[in-house]
């Protein structure tokens, strides 16, 4: 499956950004998915996702209560809507997915094969 990441941009602290990612290729029928960010200089971490067979979003701490991923299997489309944003929240955004997978190693980047090519996420203060 190819993914293609979208929505980035340049926002003020407060403000809100909703990204996507389409798949083509496929659906994402049978695939656990998963937003990640990487800021500059920092170690590529979990944001999001969701575990195939199991429709309960998963969250880092970082984000619950502010960022809601969600998912349109017809239009084999991921989305994060980010709200409340924060100059933290800075980084490059991937999209990611997986055939095969554990519950525990859902929060790991390794553990997915496929990635968007990354959109930037700019929060100014």
């Known amino acids: 499956v190819q993914l293609q990441a979208s929505g980035g941009g340049l926002v003020q602290e407060g403000g809100s950004l909703r990204l996507s990612c389409a798949a083509s290729g496929r659906t994402f029928s049978g695939y656990t998915v998963g937003w990640f960010r990487q800021a500059t200089g920092k170690e590529r971490e979990f944001v999001a996702g969701?575990?195939?067979?199991?429709?309960?979003?998963f969250y880092a701490d970082s984000v619950k209560g502010r960022f809601t991923i969600s998912r349109d299997n017809a239009k084999s489309t991921l989305y994060l809507q980010m709200n409340s944003l924060q100059p933290e929240d800075t980084a490059v955004y991937y999209c990611?997915?997986?055939?095969?997978?554990?519950?525990?190693?859902?929060?790991?980047?390794?553990?997915?094969?496929?990635w968007g090519q990354g959109t930037q996420v700019t929060v100014s203060s």
């Open positions: 990611a997915a997986t055939q095969t997978i554990i519950l525990s190693t859902l929060r790991i980047p390794s553990s997915y094969h496929y």
């Open positions: 969701f575990k195939w067979g199991n429709s309960n979003p």
